[in-house]
């Protein structure tokens, strides 16, 4: 069965950091791209995040560039997004998302996990 | 402020066709493929259609999508209960370097 499974949500101080995970199974995880997408309260989904099969290649929203960092172990199975200095507004339910091709160039997300939330609040 | 614009709700009684649009520009819809998701809070969004109107496998033949020019569409037929959700339209923008959401529709069924 495919499935994604995110992990280290939480609650953190605004300016602190916290790296959410993500567990691949049912696919060969290699041969396709992967991201972050969250839905803040009471608002839509947002694009945080993307990165290539081969982990080459890294996109951000301008909203977390220079504050958040992808990357994926492909051996593992496993995709990761640190975020620091966060900030209120980065409250929000983040999924993990497949894309359906290897390199980002559309917005296929055609496998999504449940979701980790993370509050940044003092 | 979503780079693609959707009306904020939608209704609609048991049987009947609604549509939901989605405009965008010339970075985004103008030249990529629009791709549909539906939203039920508190679970994973689902992947409706993909390259304008394509189903994936399992989606019914009831949810069908259009696109033109700048603006894209999303039609349910036969509308059921369970098809009360949020709907999410979004896209590539070449400008941005990566994908956009519109800012949802929440479809009730009256």
């Known amino acids: 069965e495919v499935q994604l499974l995110e992990s280290g949500g939480g609650l953190v101080q605004p300016g602190g950091s916290l790296r959410l995970s993500c567990a691949a199974s049912?696919?060969?995880?290699?041969?396709?791209?992967m991201s972050w997408v969250r839905q803040a309260p009471g608002k839509g989904l947002e694009w945080v995040s993307a990165i290539t099969g081969s982990g080459g290649s890294t996109y951000y929203a301008d909203s977390v560039k220079g504050r958040f960092t992808i990357s994926r172990d492909n051996s593992k199975n496993t995709l990761d997004l640190q975020m620091n200095s966060l900030r209120a507004e980065d409250t929000a339910i983040y999924y993990c998302?497949?894309?359906?091709?290897?390199?980002?160039?559309?917005?296929?997300?055609?496998?999504w996990g449940q979701g980790t939330t993370v509050t940044v609040s003092s | 402020q979503s780079v693609l614009t959707q009306p904020p709700s939608a209704s609609g009684t048991p049987g009947q066709r609604v549509t939901i649009s989605c405009s965008g520009g010339h970075s985004n819809i103008g030249i990529n493929y629009v791709y549909w998701y539906q939203h039920l809070p508190g679970t994973a969004p689902k992947l409706l259609l993909y390259?304008?109107?394509q189903r994936p496998s399992g989606v019914p033949d009831r949810f069908s999508g259009s696109k033109s020019g700048t603006s894209a569409s999303l039609a349910i037929s036969g509308l059921r209960s369970e098809d009360e959700a949020d709907y999410y339209c979004?896209?590539?923008?070449?400008?941005?370097?990566?994908?956009?959401f519109g800012g949802g529709t929440k479809l009730t069924v009256l």
């Open positions: 049912g696919f060969t995880f290699s041969s396709y791209a």
């Open positions: 979004a896209g590539w923008d070449n400008s941005l370097r990566g994908p956009v």
């Open positions: 390259r304008n109107n």
């Open positions: 998302a497949k894309l359906d091709e290897v390199v980002p160039a559309g917005a296929a997300f055609d496998i």
